[in-house]
C-alpha cells in the first residue's frame, strides 16, 4: 500500500473551510504518479514511452468532510490488472477515521488505443506496484 500525506490548506476548501470535491480527485491522482515513482517508473519516463493511463471510471464515497487544516493519509494500492482495466482502491484516513474511500480504473494507452498487454518494458515496475500493494 503506498501512503501519501496531505494536509487540507486554504485552496483545498470552499467558503465554509470544508474540503472541496475536486481536491480528493486531485490527491487520487498524486497517489497514483507518487506511487509510480515508488515503483520505479516516473509518469513522465511512462509518457516519454508513449503510454499513458488516463481514467475511464471514478467511485468516491465521503463519509465525512475533511476541514481547513486536517492532516490526511491517503492510502492507495493496485490489486493488479484486470482485463484492460487496471484499478486502484483508496482511503483517506483522518486520524482513526476512514472519512472517504475511492475506487479509480485506468487503462493503458498508446497513440490511442487501449493496451491488452503491458509492454515489456513496463511489466516488472507494474509487478513490483501490484507486490507493494499486497
Not at 482511503?91 to 475506487?103: L, M, N, P, Q, Y
Amino acid at each position: 500500500m503506498f501512503t501519501l500525506i496531505k494536509r487540507v490548506l486554504p485552496q483545498h476548501t470552499d467558503y465554509a473551510g470544508v474540503m472541496w470535491h475536486g481536491a480528493y480527485v486531485q490527491w487520487l491522482e498524486e497517489a497514483r504518479v507518487e506511487a509510480l515513482q515508488a515503483a520505479g517508473l516516473g509518469y513522465a519516463a511512462m509518457t516519454a514511452m508513449g503510454v499513458d493511463m488516463p481514467v475511464v471510471s471514478l467511485h468516491l464515497d465521503y463519509r465525512q468532510p475533511l476541514q481547513h487544516g486536517d492532516e490526511v493519509c491517503v492510502e492507495s494500492r493496485c490489486p493488479g490488472q484486470q482485463g484492460v482495466r487496471w484499478p486502484w482502491i483508496s482511503r483517506f484516513v483522518c486520524g482513526d477515521a476512514v472519512v472517504a474511500e475511492a475506487s479509480v480504473n485506468l487503462v493503458m494507452v498508446r497513440e490511442g488505443r487501449v493496451l491488452r498487454r503491458v509492454p515489456a518494458q513496463l511489466q516488472e515496475v507494474m509487478d513490483r506496484l501490484v507486490r507493494q500493494s499486497l
